[in-house]
């Protein structure tokens, strides 16, 4: 079956940097758009990052542009979020996710990880 596993969350001060990994197995990956989500406590799963298939094209959410990066290593069947400049508000459940459509909307994203915990301190 399906599975995607994600690691490098913990625990960081803000202002300093973490890289999330996704792996996945029990699919074509290199076929997958890929993309990463996250949820705050209380708060709805909101969208942080997609890649293609091929890793040619990305796109981040606002809040993230330009501190976050995604990124895909085919090879490996692994997507990455480097995240850099982090502030509180990005203490979140992150998670990945895969689709075949390139897109920004969870309910449209078939395949999702566990999750892994990333909380920034002040």
């Known amino acids: 079956q399906v599975q995607l596993v994600e690691s490098g969350g913990g625990l960081v001060q803000a202002g300093g940097s973490l890289r999330l990994s996704c792996t996945a197995s029990?699919?074509?990956?290199?076929?997958?758009?890929m993309g990463w989500f996250r949820q705050a406590p209380g708060k709805e799963r909101e969208f942080v990052a997609t890649?293609?298939?091929?890793?040619?094209?990305?796109y981040c959410a606002d809040s993230v542009e330009g501190r976050f990066t995604i990124s895909r290593d085919n090879t490996k069947n692994t997507v990455y979020l480097q995240m850099n400049s982090l502030k509180p508000d990005d203490t979140a459940v992150y998670y990945c996710a895969a689709d075949m459509k390139y897109t920004t909307y969870d309910w449209e994203y078939d395949y999702w990880g566990q999750g892994t915990q990333v909380t920034v301190s002040s």
């Open positions: 890649i293609t298939s091929s890793g040619r094209n990305t």
């Open positions: 029990g699919l074509a990956f290199r076929k997958y758009v």
